[in-house]
């Protein structure tokens, strides 16, 4: 008991030396000091690294990036930071590059410039700001909407409720991610990056979900008649207390299949009435965009579904869309860059507090690229 009073009172004072220690540290932001800029300049070098790509399309993909850098350079934020220091340089993989879309980051970093009380001199901090540039960023809509669960089990193309645009001019786009912050997309050319999804796609997916649930129950229907199958050899060596347990097991079981085959018999007519709407519907009507109204009920199944759809030419309710399958340019002469995704980001997510002086400087920038450069970029 001694010993471990002794090693209490230690374990206090180390504690409380500590504390004290820690209650001398000072932090401070040196919002007055003049930052650096540092600017990846070797961009063609480092994605000729990967080797994933020929020659004409990294040189390409190396333009733009290097076009959006200096872009993003020419802002006193970026080129004479105040209480930051700067940095804008360049990402990329091996497997990212070799995608059907090239895919590549621009990144510009703002980091704080601090005073320690530990340590002599300015340092620069681990946290700050960060303003993102995608290229050929489509899977931000890989995870977007109410559907991409279903759409990636069933291994059909991603669709989506049309984003609710913020803020769009003719250079780019808005919108809100996911209830985050904001998102700019800029791309290239006059194609549309997004396209309305028909009836008939919709209707296609519906059968498929149905098909897919149909097929989950009938195993689970199998592997319940097996297990009946089981529980009634063994019960024929059991003693009554036991049988009594698994006769009330085979009851339950018996159920569960019931309704496992009603979901079964429904699941089957719903297809067929899919099947029959597809091969009555006009070509007009099957190539007709997508709406759904959610205020109105919908049952379970595809039919449920088909209750929340809007009359051909109505424009209440949400739209339906996916990524255009003919937005990127695949020619050999094509840019290897077709779309530029922004967005800025900081630790306080959700933006809850104003933003501080680094923060602001980052969010101005963002609101100050000229988004025609960067449209041009990708030429």
Same mark, same amino acid.
């Given at each position: 008991?001694?010993?471990?009073?002794?090693?209490?009172?230690?374990?206090?004072?180390?504690?409380?030396?500590?504390?004290?220690?820690?209650?001398?540290?000072?932090?401070?932001?040196?919002?007055?000091?003049?930052?650096?800029?540092?600017?990846?300049?070797?961009?063609?070098?480092?994605?000729?690294?990967?080797?994933?790509?020929?020659?004409?399309?990294?040189?390409?993909?190396?333009?733009?990036?290097?076009?959006?850098?200096?872009?993003?350079?020419?802002?006193?934020?970026?080129?004479?930071?105040?209480?930051?220091?700067?940095?804008?340089?360049?990402?990329?993989?091996?497997?990212?590059?070799?995608?059907?879309?090239?895919?590549?980051?621009?990144?510009?970093?703002?980091?704080?410039?601090?005073?320690?009380?530990?340590?002599?001199?300015?340092?620069?901090?681990?946290?700050?700001?960060?303003?993102?540039?995608?290229?050929?960023?489509?899977?931000?809509?890989?995870?977007?909407?109410?559907?991409?669960?279903?759409?990636?089990?069933?291994?059909?193309?991603?669709?989506?409720?049309?984003?609710?645009?913020?803020?769009?001019?003719?250079?780019?786009?808005?919108?809100?991610?996911?209830?985050?912050?904001?998102?700019?997309?800029?791309?290239?050319?006059?194609?549309?990056?997004?396209?309305?999804?028909?009836?008939?796609?919709?209707?296609?997916?519906?059968?498929?979900?149905?098909?897919?649930?149909?097929?989950?129950?009938?195993?689970?229907?199998?592997?319940?008649?097996?297990?009946?199958?089981?529980?009634?050899?063994?019960?024929?060596?059991?003693?009554?207390?036991?049988?009594?347990?698994? @006769?009330?097991?085979?009851?339950?079981? *018996?159920? $569960?299949?019931?309704? +496992?085959?009603?979901?079964?018999?429904? #699941? !089957? =007519?719903?297809?067929?009435?899919?099947?029959?709407?597809?091969?009555?519907?006009?070509?007009?009507? @099957?190539?007709?965009?997508?709406?759904? *109204?959610? $205020?109105?009920?919908? +049952?379970?199944?595809?039919?449920?579904? #088909? !209750? =929340?759809?809007?009359?051909?030419?109505?424009?209440?309710?949400?739209?339906?869309?996916?990524?255009?399958?003919?937005?990127?340019?695949?020619?050999?002469?094509?840019?290897?860059?077709?779309?530029?995704?922004?967005?800025?980001?900081?630790?306080?997510?959700?933006?809850?507090?104003?933003?501080?002086?680094?923060?602001?400087?980052?969010?101005?920038?963002?609101?100050?690229?000229?988004?025609?450069?960067?449209?041009?970029?990708?030429?």
């Amino acid at each position: 008991m001694k010993g471990y009073g002794r090693q209490s009172i230690l374990l206090s004072c180390t504690l409380l030396s500590c504390l004290l220690t820690a209650a001398q540290i000072k932090i401070e932001h040196a919002d007055q000091d003049k930052g650096t800029l540092k600017r990846e300049s070797h961009t063609l070098k480092f994605i000729r690294g990967f080797k994933a790509l020929p020659e004409a399309k990294a040189s390409s993909l190396a333009n733009t990036a290097d076009k959006i850098m200096d872009e993003i350079c020419r802002f006193p934020q970026v080129n004479t930071p105040t209480g930051y220091n700067a940095k804008v340089n360049v990402a990329g993989s091996d497997l990212a590059m070799k995608d059907k879309e090239p895919k590549f980051t621009v990144y510009c970093y703002f980091r704080y410039l601090t005073r320690d009380s530990r340590y002599q001199g300015i340092r620069e901090s681990m946290d700050g700001a960060d303003l993102i540039l995608n290229i050929n960023a489509f899977d931000i809509f890989h995870q977007m909407g109410n559907y991409w669960e279903k759409c990636s089990k069933l291994k059909l193309p991603v669709f989506f409720e049309a984003p609710a645009l913020t803020d769009s001019t003719s250079d780019y786009i808005e919108f809100n991610y996911k209830g985050g912050g904001p998102v700019r997309i800029v791309t290239a050319g006059a194609r549309p990056l997004l396209a309305p999804l028909t009836r008939k796609e919709f209707i296609q997916f519906l059968i498929a979900d149905d098909q897919q649930s149909l097929k989950d129950d009938n195993e689970a229907l199998r592997i319940s008649g097996e297990s009946e199958e089981q529980i009634k050899k063994m019960m024929a060596t059991q003693n009554e207390k036991d049988k009594a347990y698994s @006769a009330s097991t085979l009851k339950s079981m *018996d159920c $569960s299949i019931e309704q +496992g085959k009603k979901n079964v018999t429904q #699941l !089957q =007519q719903e297809i067929g009435d899919c099947r029959s709407l597809l091969n009555t519907m006009s070509p007009e009507e @099957a190539n007709a965009p997508v709406r759904l *109204d959610y $205020s109105k009920k919908s +049952g379970a199944g595809g039919m449920g579904s #088909l !209750q =929340q759809l809007v009359p051909v030419g109505r424009r209440e309710g949400v739209s339906l869309v996916k990524v255009n399958p003919g937005f990127y340019d695949h020619s050999p002469n094509a840019p290897a860059a077709q779309m530029i995704m922004l967005y800025y980001a900081w630790p306080t997510v959700g933006f809850t507090k104003a933003p501080d002086h680094l923060q602001q400087a980052m969010l101005d920038l963002f609101k100050q690229v000229d988004y025609h450069r960067l449209k041009e970029s990708m030429r």
